[in-house]
Protein backbone atom coordinates (compact mmCIF):
# COMPACT_ATOMS: atom_id res chain seq x y z
CA UNK A 1 0.00 0.00 0.00
CA UNK A 2 1.34 3.42 -1.32
CA UNK A 3 1.19 6.45 1.19
CA UNK A 4 0.58 9.83 0.23
CA UNK A 5 1.56 12.90 2.53
CA UNK A 6 0.08 16.29 1.64
CA UNK A 7 2.52 18.99 1.46
CA UNK A 8 1.97 22.55 1.46
CA UNK A 9 4.21 25.21 0.16
CA UNK A 10 5.03 28.26 2.16
CA UNK A 11 5.70 30.26 -1.09
CA UNK A 12 2.41 30.49 -2.30
CA UNK A 13 -0.54 31.93 -0.10
CA UNK A 14 -4.07 29.81 0.04
CA UNK A 15 -5.91 33.15 1.12
CA UNK A 16 -8.63 33.80 -1.12
CA UNK A 17 -8.11 37.21 -2.53
CA UNK A 18 -11.09 39.11 -0.60
CA UNK A 19 -9.58 38.29 2.65
CA UNK A 20 -6.79 39.49 1.61
CA UNK A 21 -8.16 42.83 0.56
CA UNK A 22 -8.43 45.15 -2.30
CA UNK A 23 -5.26 47.08 -3.75
CA UNK A 24 -5.22 50.54 -2.78
CA UNK A 25 -6.15 52.13 -5.51
CA UNK A 26 -9.58 50.29 -6.24
CA UNK A 27 -9.92 50.37 -2.05
CA UNK A 28 -9.25 53.60 -1.92
CA UNK A 29 -11.86 54.52 -4.96
CA UNK A 30 -14.32 52.65 -3.38
CA UNK A 31 -14.03 54.70 0.37
CA UNK A 32 -14.30 57.75 -1.58
CA UNK A 33 -17.33 56.57 -3.57
CA UNK A 34 -19.00 55.93 0.36
CA UNK A 35 -17.67 59.84 1.14
CA UNK A 36 -19.74 61.15 -1.67
CA UNK A 37 -22.46 58.83 -0.87
CA UNK A 38 -22.93 60.39 2.77
CA UNK A 39 -23.95 63.16 0.86
CA UNK A 40 -26.87 61.88 -0.78
CA UNK A 41 -29.37 61.45 2.45
CA UNK A 42 -28.76 65.25 3.27
CA UNK A 43 -31.00 66.42 0.26
CA UNK A 44 -33.68 64.72 1.96
CA UNK A 45 -33.37 67.09 4.66
CA UNK A 46 -34.56 70.83 4.92
CA UNK A 47 -33.80 73.14 2.73
CA UNK A 48 -33.45 70.56 -0.51
CA UNK A 49 -36.55 68.94 1.22
CA UNK A 50 -36.71 66.34 -0.80
CA UNK A 51 -38.09 64.15 2.04
CA UNK A 52 -39.00 61.13 -0.50
CA UNK A 53 -35.66 60.34 -1.20
CA UNK A 54 -34.90 59.23 2.78
CA UNK A 55 -36.80 56.22 1.92
CA UNK A 56 -33.47 55.02 -0.47
CA UNK A 57 -30.61 57.46 0.15
CA UNK A 58 -29.01 55.19 1.94
CA UNK A 59 -29.01 52.37 -0.96
CA UNK A 60 -25.99 53.47 -2.22
CA UNK A 61 -23.60 53.77 0.91
CA UNK A 62 -25.31 50.49 1.90
CA UNK A 63 -24.26 48.61 -1.23
CA UNK A 64 -20.80 49.99 -1.08
CA UNK A 65 -20.76 48.42 2.68
CA UNK A 66 -22.38 44.99 1.70
CA UNK A 67 -19.91 44.65 -1.14
CA UNK A 68 -16.77 44.82 0.29
CA UNK A 69 -14.41 42.29 0.55
CA UNK A 70 -14.03 41.91 4.19
CA UNK A 71 -15.56 43.34 7.32
CA UNK A 72 -13.05 45.62 8.03
CA UNK A 73 -12.95 47.50 5.16
CA UNK A 74 -16.77 47.28 5.10
CA UNK A 75 -16.62 48.94 8.30
CA UNK A 76 -13.98 51.80 7.00
CA UNK A 77 -16.34 52.37 4.34
CA UNK A 78 -19.32 53.16 6.84
CA UNK A 79 -16.72 55.54 8.64
CA UNK A 80 -15.77 57.25 5.42
CA UNK A 81 -20.21 57.39 4.68
CA UNK A 82 -20.40 58.63 8.19
CA UNK A 83 -17.92 61.36 7.90
CA UNK A 84 -19.32 62.53 4.52
CA UNK A 85 -22.61 62.53 5.81
CA UNK A 86 -21.73 64.92 8.80
CA UNK A 87 -19.92 67.31 6.15
CA UNK A 88 -22.72 67.75 4.40
CA UNK A 89 -25.42 67.84 6.75
CA UNK A 90 -23.74 70.89 8.74
CA UNK A 91 -21.30 72.71 6.68
CA UNK A 92 -23.09 75.61 7.36
CA UNK A 93 -21.00 74.96 10.92
CA UNK A 94 -17.76 76.38 9.13
CA UNK A 95 -18.51 79.95 10.32
CA UNK A 96 -18.96 79.09 13.77
CA UNK A 97 -16.30 76.04 14.45
CA UNK A 98 -13.68 76.89 11.01
CA UNK A 99 -11.62 74.39 10.81
CA UNK A 100 -13.00 72.27 13.64
CA UNK A 101 -15.39 70.41 11.35
CA UNK A 102 -13.97 68.35 9.76
CA UNK A 103 -12.28 66.66 12.73
CA UNK A 104 -16.18 66.59 14.35
CA UNK A 105 -16.99 64.45 10.75
CA UNK A 106 -14.16 62.25 11.06
CA UNK A 107 -14.97 61.17 15.16
CA UNK A 108 -18.87 61.47 14.51
CA UNK A 109 -18.52 59.37 11.18
CA UNK A 110 -16.61 56.57 12.99
CA UNK A 111 -20.09 55.70 14.42
CA UNK A 112 -21.22 54.63 10.91
CA UNK A 113 -18.38 51.72 11.17
CA UNK A 114 -20.95 49.83 13.00
CA UNK A 115 -23.76 50.03 10.25
CA UNK A 116 -20.98 49.14 7.94
CA UNK A 117 -19.68 46.10 9.63
CA UNK A 118 -23.08 44.84 10.26
CA UNK A 119 -24.57 45.28 6.72
CA UNK A 120 -21.53 43.12 5.49
CA UNK A 121 -22.12 40.94 8.14
CA UNK A 122 -25.76 40.17 7.20
CA UNK A 123 -26.23 41.32 3.67
CA UNK A 124 -22.94 39.64 2.09
CA UNK A 125 -23.62 37.70 -0.99
CA UNK A 126 -24.81 34.75 -1.49
CA UNK A 127 -27.79 36.45 0.76
CA UNK A 128 -30.42 33.96 2.98
CA UNK A 129 -33.79 34.85 4.17
CA UNK A 130 -32.20 34.40 7.09
CA UNK A 131 -29.83 36.49 7.15
CA UNK A 132 -32.16 38.83 4.88
CA UNK A 133 -34.99 39.13 7.96
CA UNK A 134 -31.78 39.53 10.51
CA UNK A 135 -30.72 42.47 8.75
CA UNK A 136 -34.06 44.01 8.54
CA UNK A 137 -34.26 44.15 12.38
CA UNK A 138 -30.06 44.67 13.21
CA UNK A 139 -29.49 47.41 10.51
CA UNK A 140 -32.18 50.23 11.60
CA UNK A 141 -31.04 48.93 15.36
CA UNK A 142 -27.23 49.78 15.02
CA UNK A 143 -28.32 52.99 12.72
CA UNK A 144 -30.60 54.43 15.41
CA UNK A 145 -27.77 53.24 18.60
CA UNK A 146 -25.31 55.84 16.39
CA UNK A 147 -27.86 58.55 16.62
CA UNK A 148 -28.23 57.66 19.81
CA UNK A 149 -24.49 58.13 21.02
CA UNK A 150 -24.22 61.24 18.62
CA UNK A 151 -27.24 62.39 20.08
CA UNK A 152 -25.70 63.39 23.81
CA UNK A 153 -25.42 66.48 24.79
CA UNK A 154 -21.36 66.33 26.02
CA UNK A 155 -20.94 65.60 22.28
CA UNK A 156 -22.92 68.21 20.80
CA UNK A 157 -26.34 67.00 20.58
CA UNK A 158 -28.86 65.57 18.22
CA UNK A 159 -29.22 67.09 14.58
CA UNK A 160 -29.52 65.74 11.58
CA UNK A 161 -31.50 62.49 12.40
CA UNK A 162 -32.73 60.47 9.69
CA UNK A 163 -36.16 60.75 11.08
CA UNK A 164 -36.35 64.80 10.84
CA UNK A 165 -36.60 64.40 7.03
CA UNK A 166 -40.51 63.47 7.26
CA UNK A 167 -41.40 66.59 9.21
CA UNK A 168 -43.71 67.65 6.50
CA UNK A 169 -45.37 64.51 6.44
CA UNK A 170 -47.44 64.11 9.61
CA UNK A 171 -48.86 60.80 8.92
CA UNK A 172 -45.01 59.71 8.71
CA UNK A 173 -44.80 61.03 12.21
CA UNK A 174 -47.69 59.45 13.66
CA UNK A 175 -44.32 56.94 14.39
CA UNK A 176 -43.53 59.95 16.52
CA UNK A 177 -45.98 59.93 18.80
CA UNK A 178 -45.61 56.25 19.80
CA UNK A 179 -41.68 56.33 19.55
CA UNK A 180 -40.54 59.58 19.28
CA UNK A 181 -38.17 60.59 16.05
CA UNK A 182 -36.11 57.70 16.80
CA UNK A 183 -38.99 55.28 15.32
CA UNK A 184 -39.18 57.25 12.24
CA UNK A 185 -35.70 57.19 12.19
CA UNK A 186 -36.34 53.38 12.29
CA UNK A 187 -38.26 53.47 9.57
CA UNK A 188 -36.42 55.08 7.58
CA UNK A 189 -33.75 52.59 7.53
CA UNK A 190 -35.52 49.47 7.58
CA UNK A 191 -36.92 50.41 4.31
CA UNK A 192 -33.70 51.50 2.91
CA UNK A 193 -32.46 48.14 3.92
CA UNK A 194 -35.42 46.44 2.57
CA UNK A 195 -34.74 47.99 -0.74
CA UNK A 196 -31.21 47.15 -1.21
CA UNK A 197 -31.82 42.99 0.05
CA UNK A 198 -34.96 43.30 -3.21
CA UNK A 199 -31.60 45.01 -5.23
CA UNK A 200 -29.05 42.33 -4.43
CA UNK A 201 -31.11 39.24 -3.06
CA UNK A 202 -30.62 36.43 -5.68
CA UNK A 203 -33.68 34.23 -4.47
CA UNK A 204 -36.94 35.30 -4.17
CA UNK A 205 -38.11 34.57 -0.36
CA UNK A 206 -35.26 36.91 0.57
CA UNK A 207 -36.65 39.25 -1.34
CA UNK A 208 -40.21 38.68 -0.19
CA UNK A 209 -39.53 38.84 2.95
CA UNK A 210 -38.22 42.18 2.70
CA UNK A 211 -40.95 43.55 0.14
CA UNK A 212 -43.19 42.58 3.11
CA UNK A 213 -41.14 43.90 6.33
CA UNK A 214 -41.36 47.23 3.99
CA UNK A 215 -44.80 47.30 3.11
CA UNK A 216 -45.38 47.31 6.59
CA UNK A 217 -42.75 49.50 7.69
CA UNK A 218 -44.65 52.12 5.69
CA UNK A 219 -48.03 51.67 6.76
CA UNK A 220 -47.24 52.07 10.20
CA UNK A 221 -46.90 55.48 10.38
CA UNK A 222 -50.47 56.37 8.87
CA UNK A 223 -52.53 53.60 10.89
CA UNK A 224 -50.66 55.53 13.85
CA UNK A 225 -51.70 59.04 12.65
CA UNK A 226 -55.40 57.52 12.17
CA UNK A 227 -55.77 56.25 15.48
CA UNK A 228 -54.31 59.14 17.20
CA UNK A 229 -57.72 61.18 18.41
CA UNK A 230 -58.35 64.56 17.18
CA UNK A 231 -57.96 67.40 20.00
CA UNK A 232 -61.85 68.62 20.44
CA UNK A 233 -63.34 70.99 22.58
CA UNK A 234 -60.43 71.93 24.68
CA UNK A 235 -60.30 75.83 22.92
CA UNK A 236 -57.98 77.62 21.25
CA UNK A 237 -55.28 80.70 21.92
CA UNK A 238 -53.91 83.20 19.92
CA UNK A 239 -50.39 83.48 19.34
CA UNK A 240 -48.12 86.49 18.12
CA UNK A 241 -44.41 85.41 16.85
CA UNK A 242 -42.53 88.83 16.83
CA UNK A 243 -39.82 88.28 14.06
CA UNK A 244 -37.73 91.94 13.80
CA UNK A 245 -35.38 90.46 11.04
CA UNK A 246 -31.69 91.67 11.08
CA UNK A 247 -30.88 94.43 13.08
CA UNK A 248 -27.12 94.15 14.75
CA UNK A 249 -27.77 97.01 17.31
CA UNK A 250 -28.92 95.55 20.30
CA UNK A 251 -31.05 98.45 21.15
CA UNK A 252 -32.45 98.93 17.47
CA UNK A 253 -33.14 95.40 17.67
CA UNK A 254 -35.17 95.60 20.65
CA UNK A 255 -37.28 99.05 19.31
CA UNK A 256 -37.94 97.13 16.54
CA UNK A 257 -39.79 94.37 18.04
CA UNK A 258 -41.49 96.51 20.25
CA UNK A 259 -42.36 98.44 17.44
CA UNK A 260 -43.98 95.03 15.85
CA UNK A 261 -45.49 94.15 18.77
CA UNK A 262 -47.28 97.35 19.33
CA UNK A 263 -48.82 97.19 16.36
CA UNK A 264 -50.67 93.90 17.55
CA UNK A 265 -52.85 96.49 19.79
CA UNK A 266 -56.88 96.13 19.06
CA UNK A 267 -56.08 92.60 17.78
CA UNK A 268 -57.17 89.27 20.30
CA UNK A 269 -53.44 88.44 21.13
CA UNK A 270 -53.38 85.54 24.17
CA UNK A 271 -49.56 85.34 24.24
CA UNK A 272 -46.74 87.43 22.04
CA UNK A 273 -43.42 85.75 21.81
CA UNK A 274 -40.20 87.54 20.56
CA UNK A 275 -36.80 85.53 19.75
CA UNK A 276 -33.87 84.38 21.56
CA UNK A 277 -31.42 87.22 22.09
CA UNK A 278 -34.35 89.99 21.62
CA UNK A 279 -32.82 92.36 24.72
CA UNK A 280 -29.61 92.26 25.56
CA UNK A 281 -30.72 94.12 29.34
CA UNK A 282 -30.73 92.58 32.59
CA UNK A 283 -34.76 92.72 33.18
CA UNK A 284 -34.49 92.12 37.11
CA UNK A 285 -31.31 95.20 36.97
CA UNK A 286 -32.76 97.71 33.70
CA UNK A 287 -36.45 99.09 35.05
CA UNK A 288 -36.34 100.89 31.66
CA UNK A 289 -36.49 97.80 29.58
CA UNK A 290 -38.70 96.16 32.32
CA UNK A 291 -40.92 99.15 32.06
CA UNK A 292 -41.43 99.22 28.62
CA UNK A 293 -42.29 95.27 28.26
CA UNK A 294 -44.89 95.82 30.39
CA UNK A 295 -46.69 98.91 28.47
CA UNK A 296 -46.96 96.79 26.05
CA UNK A 297 -48.40 93.71 27.86
CA UNK A 298 -50.24 96.07 29.38
CA UNK A 299 -51.70 97.82 25.40
CA UNK A 300 -51.76 94.36 23.91
CA UNK A 301 -53.70 92.63 26.34
CA UNK A 302 -50.94 89.61 25.74
CA UNK A 303 -48.29 88.85 28.14
CA UNK A 304 -44.74 88.67 26.72
CA UNK A 305 -41.90 86.18 26.46
CA UNK A 306 -39.03 88.36 25.90
CA UNK A 307 -35.90 86.68 25.30
CA UNK A 308 -32.75 87.71 27.03
CA UNK A 309 -29.19 87.31 26.42
CA UNK A 310 -27.58 89.30 29.25
CA UNK A 311 -24.92 89.93 32.05
CA UNK A 312 -26.46 89.06 35.11
CA UNK A 313 -25.19 90.37 38.46
CA UNK A 314 -23.22 87.36 39.26
CA UNK A 315 -20.81 88.66 36.49
CA UNK A 316 -21.64 85.96 33.89
CA UNK A 317 -23.87 85.89 30.50
CA UNK A 318 -26.94 83.73 30.30
CA UNK A 319 -29.84 83.42 27.98
CA UNK A 320 -33.28 83.21 29.88
CA UNK A 321 -36.89 83.11 28.73
CA UNK A 322 -38.69 85.75 30.55
CA UNK A 323 -42.07 86.19 30.90
CA UNK A 324 -43.40 89.75 31.20
CA UNK A 325 -47.02 90.61 32.67
CA UNK A 326 -48.63 94.15 32.94
CA UNK A 327 -47.33 93.80 36.85
CA UNK A 328 -43.43 92.76 35.90
CA UNK A 329 -41.92 89.77 35.55
CA UNK A 330 -43.75 86.63 35.96
CA UNK A 331 -41.44 84.62 35.98
CA UNK A 332 -38.19 83.06 33.74
CA UNK A 333 -36.22 79.84 32.48
CA UNK A 334 -32.58 79.94 31.75
CA UNK A 335 -31.08 77.68 28.93
CA UNK A 336 -29.76 74.36 29.93
CA UNK A 337 -28.10 73.04 27.21
CA UNK A 338 -26.02 75.62 25.60
CA UNK A 339 -24.39 75.02 21.65
CA UNK A 340 -20.94 73.70 21.91
CA UNK A 341 -18.91 76.60 20.11
CA UNK A 342 -21.43 79.12 19.69
CA UNK A 343 -22.27 79.63 23.32
CA UNK A 344 -19.40 77.80 24.56
CA UNK A 345 -16.13 75.90 23.79
CA UNK A 346 -16.15 72.33 25.52
CA UNK A 347 -12.63 72.12 27.03
CA UNK A 348 -11.66 75.33 26.58
CA UNK A 349 -8.32 75.27 27.76
CA UNK A 350 -7.44 72.79 25.03
CA UNK A 351 -9.76 73.48 22.34
CA UNK A 352 -9.89 77.68 22.86
CA UNK A 353 -7.92 78.37 20.20
CA UNK A 354 -11.05 77.85 17.84
CA UNK A 355 -12.17 81.17 18.99
CA UNK A 356 -9.52 82.74 17.13
CA UNK A 357 -10.38 81.54 14.21
CA UNK A 358 -14.04 81.33 13.74
CA UNK A 359 -16.83 82.80 15.91
CA UNK A 360 -16.55 81.04 18.54
CA UNK A 361 -18.15 81.70 21.88
CA UNK A 362 -15.48 84.00 22.83
CA UNK A 363 -16.70 83.38 26.65
CA UNK A 364 -18.94 80.36 27.84
CA UNK A 365 -22.43 81.17 28.68
CA UNK A 366 -23.69 79.89 32.02
CA UNK A 367 -26.48 77.48 31.93
CA UNK A 368 -29.45 76.99 33.82
CA UNK A 369 -29.85 74.46 36.22
CA UNK A 370 -33.64 72.86 35.80
CA UNK A 371 -36.50 73.22 33.40
CA UNK A 372 -39.75 74.27 34.33
CA UNK A 373 -42.88 75.15 32.38
CA UNK A 374 -43.75 79.21 32.87
CA UNK A 375 -47.16 79.68 34.15
CA UNK A 376 -48.47 82.07 31.15
CA UNK A 377 -52.07 83.06 30.90
CA UNK A 378 -54.43 83.75 28.27
CA UNK A 379 -55.91 87.21 27.67
CA UNK A 380 -59.01 86.27 29.72
CA UNK A 381 -56.82 85.25 32.65
CA UNK A 382 -57.23 81.57 31.98
CA UNK A 383 -54.01 79.09 33.07
CA UNK A 384 -51.67 78.89 29.79
CA UNK A 385 -48.55 77.04 31.06
CA UNK A 386 -45.80 76.97 28.40
CA UNK A 387 -42.73 74.97 27.82
CA UNK A 388 -40.34 77.67 27.05
CA UNK A 389 -37.26 76.47 25.25
CA UNK A 390 -34.50 78.22 24.07
CA UNK A 391 -33.32 77.73 20.14
CA UNK A 392 -30.84 74.46 20.31
CA UNK A 393 -33.06 72.83 22.64
CA UNK A 394 -36.01 71.96 20.05
CA UNK A 395 -33.64 69.54 18.88
CA UNK A 396 -33.73 67.50 22.27
CA UNK A 397 -37.12 65.14 22.69
CA UNK A 398 -36.24 64.55 26.14
CA UNK A 399 -36.97 68.57 26.71
CA UNK A 400 -40.44 68.87 25.09
CA UNK A 401 -41.47 65.46 26.44
CA UNK A 402 -40.13 66.89 30.35
CA UNK A 403 -42.34 70.38 29.44
CA UNK A 404 -45.57 68.17 27.95
CA UNK A 405 -45.71 65.89 31.03
CA UNK A 406 -44.93 68.97 33.28
CA UNK A 407 -48.39 70.33 32.05
CA UNK A 408 -47.15 72.31 28.79
CA UNK A 409 -50.02 73.06 26.77
CA UNK A 410 -48.23 74.85 24.55
CA UNK A 411 -44.09 74.25 23.21
CA UNK A 412 -42.66 77.64 22.57
CA UNK A 413 -39.59 78.05 21.05
CA UNK A 414 -36.97 81.04 20.81
CA UNK A 415 -34.87 81.28 18.18
CA UNK A 416 -31.86 83.15 16.57
CA UNK A 417 -29.79 81.77 13.44
CA UNK A 418 -28.57 85.03 11.92
CA UNK A 419 -25.56 83.71 11.68
CA UNK A 420 -26.51 81.36 9.11
CA UNK A 421 -29.35 83.36 7.41
CA UNK A 422 -28.27 81.71 3.97
CA UNK A 423 -27.61 78.61 4.82
CA UNK A 424 -29.73 75.11 5.51
CA UNK A 425 -29.69 75.94 9.19
CA UNK A 426 -32.99 78.26 9.55
CA UNK A 427 -34.79 75.49 7.80
CA UNK A 428 -33.55 72.84 9.46
CA UNK A 429 -33.77 74.32 12.97
CA UNK A 430 -38.03 75.47 12.14
CA UNK A 431 -38.54 71.75 11.27
CA UNK A 432 -37.19 70.33 14.26
CA UNK A 433 -40.45 72.29 15.82
CA UNK A 434 -42.57 69.77 14.04
CA UNK A 435 -41.37 67.09 14.85
CA UNK A 436 -41.48 68.25 19.16
CA UNK A 437 -45.20 68.79 18.42
CA UNK A 438 -46.14 65.23 16.57
CA UNK A 439 -44.19 63.46 19.91
CA UNK A 440 -45.64 65.49 22.37
CA UNK A 441 -49.30 66.07 20.94
CA UNK A 442 -48.70 69.69 21.56
CA UNK A 443 -49.03 72.50 19.91
CA UNK A 444 -45.25 74.10 18.97
CA UNK A 445 -43.70 77.52 17.95
CA UNK A 446 -40.87 78.89 16.97
CA UNK A 447 -40.21 82.81 16.98
CA UNK A 448 -36.63 83.93 15.44
CA UNK A 449 -35.18 86.87 15.44
CA UNK A 450 -34.28 86.62 11.80
CA UNK A 451 -36.87 82.96 10.31
CA UNK A 452 -37.82 80.89 10.19
CA UNK A 453 -41.12 81.85 12.76
CA UNK A 454 -43.47 78.74 12.24
CA UNK A 455 -46.21 77.16 14.06
CA UNK A 456 -47.37 73.40 14.37
CA UNK A 457 -50.25 71.75 15.24
CA UNK A 458 -50.62 69.25 17.98
CA UNK A 459 -50.21 66.75 15.02
CA UNK A 460 -47.01 68.09 13.15
CA UNK A 461 -49.01 70.07 10.36
CA UNK A 462 -47.50 73.57 9.60
CA UNK A 463 -50.23 76.46 10.71
CA UNK A 464 -47.94 79.10 9.66
CA UNK A 465 -44.90 80.83 8.68
CA UNK A 466 -42.76 84.03 8.08
CA UNK A 467 -39.44 82.72 6.38
CA UNK A 468 -35.89 83.96 6.71
CA UNK A 469 -36.88 87.26 4.02
CA UNK A 470 -39.93 88.70 6.23
CA UNK A 471 -40.33 90.78 9.13
CA UNK A 472 -43.53 91.46 11.32
CA UNK A 473 -45.62 89.83 13.69
CA UNK A 474 -47.43 86.36 12.43
CA UNK A 475 -50.45 85.72 14.43
CA UNK A 476 -51.66 82.16 14.57
CA UNK A 477 -54.52 80.56 16.29
CA UNK A 478 -53.63 77.40 17.56
CA UNK A 479 -56.23 74.56 18.73
CA UNK A 480 -55.49 73.34 22.25
CA UNK A 481 -55.76 70.01 23.42
CA UNK A 482 -57.05 68.77 26.89
CA UNK A 483 -54.73 69.10 29.43
CA UNK A 484 -53.29 65.98 30.91
CA UNK A 485 -53.24 64.46 27.02
CA UNK A 486 -50.16 62.78 26.94
CA UNK A 487 -48.97 60.52 23.72
CA UNK A 488 -47.49 57.32 23.80
CA UNK A 489 -44.06 58.48 23.40
CA UNK A 490 -45.11 60.89 26.83
CA UNK A 491 -45.45 57.99 28.43
CA UNK A 492 -42.62 55.32 27.49
CA UNK A 493 -40.00 57.83 26.76
CA UNK A 494 -36.96 56.58 24.42
CA UNK A 495 -37.79 53.10 24.61
CA UNK A 496 -36.85 52.67 20.95
CA UNK A 497 -33.02 54.01 21.41
CA UNK A 498 -32.79 51.40 24.20
CA UNK A 499 -34.25 48.95 22.39
CA UNK A 500 -31.92 49.23 19.40
CA UNK A 501 -28.80 49.88 21.97
CA UNK A 502 -29.85 46.15 23.19
CA UNK A 503 -30.41 44.62 19.80
CA UNK A 504 -27.14 46.00 18.66
CA UNK A 505 -25.36 44.71 21.98
CA UNK A 506 -26.76 41.58 21.33
CA UNK A 507 -25.98 40.94 17.80
CA UNK A 508 -22.58 42.04 18.87
CA UNK A 509 -21.92 39.20 21.10
CA UNK A 510 -23.87 36.68 19.17
CA UNK A 511 -21.04 37.53 16.63
CA UNK A 512 -18.38 37.48 18.67
CA UNK A 513 -19.22 33.70 20.11
CA UNK A 514 -20.06 32.39 16.13
CA UNK A 515 -16.65 34.06 15.15
CA UNK A 516 -15.52 32.16 18.26
CA UNK A 517 -16.95 28.69 17.58
CA UNK A 518 -15.70 28.35 13.91
CA UNK A 519 -12.51 26.00 13.65
CA UNK A 520 -9.37 27.60 12.34
CA UNK A 521 -8.80 27.97 8.59
CA UNK A 522 -5.66 25.65 7.41
CA UNK A 523 -5.03 23.45 4.64
CA UNK A 524 -7.14 20.26 4.45
CA UNK A 525 -4.96 17.30 5.02
CA UNK A 526 -5.59 14.26 2.64
CA UNK A 527 -6.41 10.81 3.78
CA UNK A 528 -3.70 8.52 4.85
CA UNK A 529 -4.05 5.26 2.24
Not at 237 to 257: C, H, K
Not at 343 to 356: F, M
Not at 357 to 362: D, M, P, Q
Not at 454 to 467: K, N, P, S, V
Request: aromatic share 6%.
Amino acid sequence: MSRRIATVSPARSTAPTEQRGPRAPHRYRARFGALAAGAVPVVAFPAPGQAWLAWVALVPGLLLMQRAPCGREAAVRGWWFGAGFILTAMYWLVPSIGPALPVLAVLFGALQAAVGYAVHRLLHPPLTTRRALLALLVVPAVWVTTEYARSWHALGGPWALLGATQWQHPAVLGLASAGGIWLVSVAVAAVNTGVLIALTAVHWRPRAAAALVTVLVLAAGPLLFALRPAPEGAGAVTVALVQPGIVEDPQARFEASARDTAALVGQRVDLVVWGESSTTADLDRDPAALDALRRLAATTGAEVMAGEDARKADGRISKDAVLVSPSGVVDRYRKIRLVPFGEYIPLRPVLGWVAGVSRAAGENRAPGTAFHVLPATDRSGRPLPVGALICFESAFPDMARTAAREGARVLVYQSSTSTFQRTWAPEQHVALAAIRAAETGRPAVQASLTGVSAAFDAQGRELARLGTGGTGALTVRLPLTAPGTVTWYDRIGDVVPVGALLVTVGATVAGWRSRAGRPAAGPAAQPVG
